[in-house]
């Protein structure tokens, strides 16, 4: 006779939502707990919703196949409306090229469009000096925040229970369980496996089981003009990867986001109270560089302005799989809202069923490198060319900078 299986989720962001969800509707009794009450708090409220399914790296390629596949039972709040990738030079439009051709390999609807002739881009892209566009039909948006709460409901009527407001203080193995005591005394709650869905608090969740995996926050700008101003229909969004600059409409507002500054570490403790931080000052000259990339009309004022957090790896890879050293002790961190439907369903399958992870997300694939070269190749990767010495990055809430940050992804944060 089977027994069914107690798991505890440590976060309620879209990934421990999602996973949840995949758990509880696989039977197992789940409860998830997370250190915040309004939706607000976590990094996925912040997110701009961007789901691009072409990587180049395959496995996160699958991943976000599996998210579009399971965000469709969530139409309120996800839509499959494509998405373009525009080029300004030659060597832009080589990169391109190739891109289409290996998303074209995968399986994938990826077109090549010459331009600016191509009267199909949004209406507030600047046509003047694209060269060349890619097109992948099956990229979608999503409100990321609405498409959490809608996991969380279908999670529930499943079983699952949430319990906001009630931070995992202590994590310890105890007669072959795991224990989870919170800061309120009476509650305690046992399970047979823990996940870490964390986000950008896995460091300091990470420590309360005496675990230590190379995950770095950092800040990034995101900004909303006013609605209407100006007028936008809802349509694919647009990257321009030579500039580092992405945007999408938002129902009747339009959003443009930037990679192209140098980045910028959050410290712990300027997350205590959520993913929400100050606007940086020093973000507004690369937003002004950023709608340049936007027609003339289509530029504006911000109306909301975003200082989002997400996390960073030495590789741009998540870690989603078990613990080497902890029984029964998973971790699926460093996922932004494209893989993260995709994710809970692979780790979902791994723990009811036994099934395998991908190697490259392994847990202990950078055990016995340095924490300063791990934290350095990090950091780079924020912007893919990004070649600056990274161990000059200024430290968020440390003594170099009084600036706070917080962050986004152009394909899904």
């Known amino acids: 006779m089977s027994v069914t299986p107690r798991i505890a989720i440590v976060g309620a962001g879209i990934v ?22 309004g939706e607000s708090s976590g990094s996925t409220a912040f997110a701009p919703g961007f789901i691009g399914v072409y990587n180049d790296a ?35 439009a080589a990169h391109l090229e190739d891109r289409v051709a290996a998303a074209r390999e995968a399986g994938l609807d990826a077109r090549l469009h010459a331009l600016p002739d191509d009267r199909a881009l949004p209406s507030f892209v600047d046509p003047r000096g694209v060269i060349t566009g890619a097109h992948y039909a099956g990229d979608a948006s999503a409100d990321p925040a609405i498409l959490r709460r809608e996991i969380q409901r279908a999670a529930t009527a499943q079983g699952a229970v949430f319990r906001h407001g009630q931070t995992a203080q202590r994590m310890t193995r105890e007669s072959g369980l795991w224990r989870i005591q919170t800061e ?36 990034h700008p995101y900004v909303y003009a006013a609605p209407n101003a100006p007028r936008v229909e809802p349509g694919p969004f647009v990257r321009w990867p030579e500039h580092h600059v992405y945007a999408r409409a938002h129902g009747d507002t339009l959003g443009i986001g930037t990679y192209d500054h140098p980045p910028v570490r959050v410290a712990r403790g300027d997350l205590a109270a959520g993913a929400g931080l100050e606007w940086r000052a020093d973000f507004d000259s690369a937003v002004t560089r950023a709608q340049q990339r936007l027609r003339p009309e289509a530029r504006f004022v911000p109306s909301r302005r975003v200082n989002g957090v997400f996390a960073m790896t030495p590789d741009n890879l998540p ?39 991908r190697s490259e997300f392994a847990a202990d694939r950078f055990e ?21 010495d990274a161990s000059s ?13 917080e962050a986004t992804a152009p394909d899904g944060s």
């Open 184 to 219: 309120r005394a009476d509650t305690t709650v046992d399970a047979d496996h823990l996940v870490l869905a964390t986000g950008v608090w896995s460091p300091e969740a990470n420590d309360r089981v005496g675990i230590d995996l190379p995950i770095y926050p950092v800040a």
């Open 58 to 92: 395959p496995a996160l390629t699958a991943l976000a196949g599996t998210s579009v596949d399971r965000y469709r039972s969530f139409a309120n709040a996800f839509s499959v409306r494509g998405g373009w990738e525009l080029a300004t030079s030659d060597a832009g």
């Open 319 to 357: 870690f989603l799989g078990p613990h080497a050293r902890q029984p029964r002790l998973w971790v699926a961190q460093a996922i932004w809202v494209t893989h993260a439907g995709g994710a809970a369903a692979e780790l979902s399958a791994a723990i009811l069923r036994g099934g395998s992870l």
């Open 368 to 388: 016995g490198r340095p924490e300063r070269e791990l934290r350095d190749a990090a950091l780079r990767l924020y912007r893919d060319i990004y070649a600056n």
């Open 393 to 405: 990055t200024p430290v968020v809430g440390s003594a170099t900078s009084s600036s706070e940050g």
């Open 16 to 37: 421990g939502t999602a996973l949840a969800w995949e758990l509880a509707r696989g039977g197992a009794t789940v409860t998830v707990l997370d250190s915040f009450r």
